[in-house]
Nanobody
Framework: QVQLVESGGGLVQAGGSLRLSCAAS????????MRWYRQAPGKQRELVAA???????NYVESVKGRFTISRDIGKNTVALQMNSLKPEDTAVYYC??????????????WGQGTQVTVSA
């Protein structure tokens, strides 16, 4: 059984910072890409940032220069450092990972989500 557990959400004023963390646990052979998504009320879930197993990263245009995704392969964790937060960053943030529980299978797993609220 593989689980992703997120932490680090909360309430912050515009211009502030938050750091989200996500830890994968359970039967894990290998983790490929790890990603952060977000979903604001009434909107579709969108990909915010992704990091491959080789360390390549990409970001949605609206967070470039403000957010940084990083991973610790040895600890099976991924983090999202969010700086210069804006009210429009308010959303539930979800961790997602492509995990191989065995050498033969790859599945997409999701965390439970963590609320980020940015006040004006």
């Amino acid at each position: 059984q593989v689980q992703l557990v997120e932490s680090g959400g909360g309430l912050v004023q515009a211009g502030g910072s938050l750091r989200l963390s996500c830890a994968a646990s359970g039967s894990i052979f290998k983790i490929n890409a790890m990603r952060w998504y977000r979903q604001a009320p009434g909107k579709q879930r969108e990909l915010v940032a992704a990091v491959t197993k080789s360390g390549s990263t990409n970001y949605v245009e609206s967070v470039k220069g403000r957010f940084t995704i990083s991973r610790d392969i040895g600890k099976n964790t991924v983090a999202l450092q969010m700086n210069s937060l804006k009210p429009e960053d308010t959303a539930v943030y979800y961790c997602n990972a492509e995990i191989m529980p065995t050498p033969l299978n790859t599945y997409s797993y999701w965390g439970q989500g963590t609320q980020v609220t940015v006040s004006a």
